[in-house]
Structures are given as structure tokens and as C-alpha cells.
Nanobody
């Protein structure tokens, strides 16, 4: 399983970015997928996730209403649309995938995942 994250960059506050996570070696629809972020000196935290097979999606309270996770099965890619970006969104963003059985919001917990992308930097200036 290989996950390739891309789409990060530097934007001003209020701007938008769309992150992509392209998978190879797997059919991503069969996997739970999640977006996580890690700021300097902080633990990795769940941002948004999607359970496999058209299951539920979850987002952290800090990004609800601003970030949206979506899948394109034809492209075997998961996206994170990020709108109204704030300086506190600055972090390295990672995508992850797992074919394990998840329950509810398990997909928001990084320790449940065995496959990780390489991370993409998002920097938001105020």
C-alpha cells in the first residue's frame, strides 16, 4: 500500500486548499481513510475521516463547517477540502488508510492506522 499526499502550500488566512491522497496497491473504497495533522511540538491529531464502503464521516470540532473529506473511487483518491483557513491550521497533514474493522469514530484515532502517506505542509499566515 502506498499513499501519496499532495496539495499543501502557503496561504493567507481565509484562503482555501485542497489536499489529495492518491493510493496505489489497494482499492481505497475498501479502506477506512483519515486525514491527520501535526503541528510543531504537538501530538498528531485527527482532522477528518471516512469509514470504508460509504460509511460515516467524522471531523474534529476545530474544522467542522470548514473542512470536508471526500473520495473519488475512480481515481482511488481521497481529498480534504479546506476552506476559511486559520493560522492554527498550520501543520503537516498526513493521510492514512486501514482495512481493519472500525467502529464509529475510531477512524479519527491515528493509532488505528497501519498505512501512512508522507505528509504535506500547510502554512496559513494571518
Amino acid at each position: 500500500v502506498q499513499l501519496q499526499a499532495s496539495g499543501g502550500g502557503s496561504v493567507q488566512g481565509g484562503g482555501s486548499l485542497r489536499l489529495s491522497c492518491a493510493a496505489s496497491g489497494v482499492t481505497l473504497d475498501h479502506y477506512n481513510v483519515g486525514w491527520f495533522r501535526q503541528a510543531p511540538g504537538k501530538e498528531r491529531e485527527g482532522v477528518s475521516c471516512s469509514n470504508s464502503g460509504g460509511g460515516s464521516t467524522y471531523s474534529s470540532n476545530s474544522v467542522k463547517g470548514r473542512f470536508t473529506i471526500s473520495r473519488d473511487d475512480a481515481k482511488n483518491t481521497v481529498y480534504l477540502q479546506m476552506n476559511d483557513l486559520k493560522s492554527e491550521d498550520t501543520a503537516v497533514y498526513y493521510c492514512a488508510a486501514s482495512d481493519r474493522t472500525f467502529f464509529g469514530s475510531d477512524c479519527m484515532e491515528p493509532h488505528h492506522y497501519e498505512h501512512w502517506g508522507q505528509g504535506t505542509q500547510v502554512t496559513v499566515s494571518s
